[in-house]
């Protein structure tokens, strides 16, 4: 057991597009399948690291990913997922004191892409165990999404693994051997766990409520490129998950590769230079599409029936 904390979170009331697969007529005829959506919530966690008082935000999810895939986030490939709440602990270092800000935290970052009620506890883990373990899975790009395949991944089977690589007292391992069911849940990882803390929603607008039916082509398909807002470059190239989407723009400055990299709000989350990894010729003034993995740390570009990583430049 290591002597830095993982804050497990829920948003158990949130909705999630149906993943499509054969279960879903079934939940239709159960109600649990509203139009397409599920209310299944969404789960993450964040490792803390007592010795440099930090938090590490870590979740997966079908975000700027290919139809029926998930992938990784933290902060250093979505930089806008930083937290910037300071840990604060009690003198002997067994319980944090400033749960209910990095909960705030949480609620008010539009870029998480969930809603609703939170609900948060925490147990003691090895941060660097844990982390470890997140950049391991983060590195092996798309990843299945799925709920019954050992092999797929979904939000709350990623917090659960997580959770374990921290090496957590055995006790707690005990807990979740014997009350996480077979298939862990945005609940079931939350409640397993003591020190529990909740907040309401915080942010202005109504709650995403799945009332119409939406198109087979939507619920099949990660979604189409939306208006442009002005903020994006004009050429900046879109590309889709089915949960999010943003544009991507890379130009030659200096004989430097610069990517920059907008939210499907036209939000710039990150700009910084890029190195091309590996052999081959690419024509940034030509034609090119974004690939799968892209997020602020590697960019693919597909040109020419050929795909090209690029790397931030450390």
Known sequence: MGNDFALVIGWPHAYCKQPGFWFDPIGRILGMNRNGFYKVGHSAIVLIDVKNKKCEYFDFGRYHAPFKKGRVR????????????????????????????????????????????????????????????????????????????????????????????????????????????????????????????????????????????????????????????????????????????????LELLNQKYLVSRWTDSGLLMSKAEFEMIGKGEFFHERNYSVGY??????VTLLQTGKSFRFEIKE
């Open 74 to 249: 933290d902060q250093v490939t979505d930089p806008l997922l930083k937290i910037k709440t300071i840990p604060i602990f009690s003198e002997d270092q067994q319980s944090i004191l400033n749960v209910d800000q990095i909960l705030e935290e949480l609620q008010m970052n539009e870029e998480i892409h969930t809603e609703g009620k939170i609900i948060s506890s925490y147990l003691k883990i090895s941060f660097n165990l844990a982390y470890k373990e997140g950049k391991k899975l983060q590195r092996m790009g798309v990843l299945d999404y799925g709920l019954f395949n050992s092999v797929k991944y979904n939000c709350a089977k990623f917090v659960y693994q997580l959770i374990l690589a921290g090496k957590p007292h055995w006790i707690n391992r005990l807990k979740l051997a014997c009350f996480v069911p077979l298939i862990p849940s945005t609940k079931s990882n939350v409640f397993v766990f003591g020190f529990k803390k909740s907040l309401p929603h915080l942010r202005l607008g109504d709650l995403f409520y799945p009332k119409q039916k939406v198109s087979s082509r939507f619920l099949n398909n990660v979604l189409e490129e939306p208006f442009k807002p002005s903020s994006v470059h004009v050429n900046a190239r879109w590309l889709g998950g089915e949960g999010v989407g943003g544009w991507f723009y």
């Open 293 to 298: 993995p892209s997020n602020s740390q590697v």
